[in-house]
């Protein structure tokens, strides 16, 4: 059955499209008359109403409402915890309100329900810079503390709502792999496999840790275990293998510092230098005062 005009539906949809037309103040008045019917069915329509807000919050960080744009965030994730959307957007109002740190939390949050968004990736990257410049050194130490995401709703955001087909999608997202890598118990026995990886690490075992974070991507590509298997290929002088492990890091997370400065270290022993200063110079625009990088540019210009 078609919703009637004035139902929150029709609103929405109405919303939507004065917000693609850029009339963002029409799209939030929509939204609104929609979230006052909604509000009336009480919680059974929590997640239809998250996504409203989330909407409305879009609109006030377009007009530049910055603290409007992060009660609707707040209010979002208070009725479904851990959205995409109304966590990159009150993060974005966050940092358009110079609340750095609370913006690196959203990010960082983000980045735990899906790790292959570039926004985040790139949100961090900022407010690490604007942080370390603003506190110093020990900035981190001033940090709020950041939520720990449970795998559910890590992996929620792949199954679209049935009431509302699409309206939670997240930007697109990297292959998790293959393997089960979509389902939360796959998601966990990555987790594990990555864990155990890192503890044959600390005991010099780089050969077996190989074999455990090879496992764990079959299950989930993750950035971080890509850059721990360049690191044990690196020990293992398998230089060809790190530099690749660091390249597909790369493509989930273009500024990785790790994965720079490991690929850097890799082509160097391949006598690839152009390549290896690029990588360099690359990660020392997001890290300036980076003191292994700046050693190993040092030695690079040397060889």
């Not at 955001?157 to 939360?184: K, L, Y």
């Not at 492990?245 to 990785?256: G, I, S, V």
Request: hydrophobic fraction near 35%; aromatic fraction near 6%.
């Amino acid at each position: 059955m078609a919703a009637s005009p004035g139902s929150p539906g029709a609103l929405r949809r109405a919303g939507n499209e004065e917000f693609r037309r850029g009339q963002y103040g029409p799209a939030a008045e929509l939204y609104s008359r929609a979230l006052a019917q909604l509000e009336a069915a009480g919680d059974a329509s929590a997640e239809e109403r998250s996504v409203l807000l989330a909407n409305r919050a879009a609109c006030h960080l377009k007009d530049g409402a910055c603290s409007l744009c992060v009660a609707d965030c707040s209010s979002a994730l208070e009725l479904v915890p851990f959205g995409i959307k109304p966590l990159l957007r009150r993060a974005a109002a966050y940092e358009a309100l110079e609340r750095y740190s609370l913006a690196y939390v959203d990010y960082k949050t983000a980045l735990q329900v899906d790790c292959s968004v570039q926004a985040a990736h790139d949100g961090v990257n900022r407010m690490t810079k604007a942080l370390l410049e603003k506190d110093g050194v020990n900035w981190r130490q001033k940090l709020p503390p950041i939520p720990t995401v449970p795998v559910s709703a890590q992996t929620r955001w792949s199954v679209p709502s049935a009431q509302a087909p699409g309206a939670n999608t997240p930007p697109a997202t990297a292959p998790r792999g293959e393997g089960g890598g979509d389902t939360a118990a796959g998601m966990e026995r990555a987790r594990v496999l990555k864990e155990e990886g890192n503890e044959l690490v600390k005991k010099g075992n780089h050969k077996k840790a190989v074999e455990k974070y090879t496992e764990s991507l079959k299950l989930n590509k993750e950035c971080a275990t890509y850059t721990n298997r360049a690191l044990c290929y690196l020990s293992l002088k398998q230089y060809k293998e790190a530099a690749q492990d660091c390249t597909e890091a790369l493509k989930l997370d273009p500024k990785n510092v790790k994965a720079l400065y490991r690929r850097a270290q890799a082509l160097k022993e391949l006598k690839d230098y152009k390549s290896s200063i690029a990588d360099i110079k690359s990660l020392l625009k997001t890290e300036p005062k980076n003191t292994a990088a700046l050693r190993l540019l040092q030695e690079l210009n040397r060889a």
